[in-house]
């Protein structure tokens, strides 16, 4: 297995999982993945956890937060 077949399959597996990372959840919500960070900062934005330095995101939490925005 390649470097990018083994990343693909662990991008798959978190996706199956219901896990974003911080760029996936941005393209999800529309948003950009700064401003996710600067949401982080200021403790604004869609909940998300933190595994060592690596920041993920809930696809039930992000959608939680997309229809919390569109009212």
């Known amino acids: 297995m390649t ?10 597996a978190r996706l199956d999982c219901g896990i974003m990372t911080p760029t996936e959840a941005a393209a999800y919500i529309g948003s ?22 690596r920041y993920f995101y809930k696809i039930e939490d992000l959608d939680a937060y997309r229809a919390e925005r569109a009212r």
Do not use: H, I, V
């Open 32 to 53: 950009t993945e700064g401003t996710l960070r600067s949401n982080r900062c200021r403790g604004k934005g869609p909940p998300y956890q933190k595994d060592g330095g």
């Open 3 to 12: 470097l990018m077949q083994a990343q693909e399959a662990a991008r798959q």
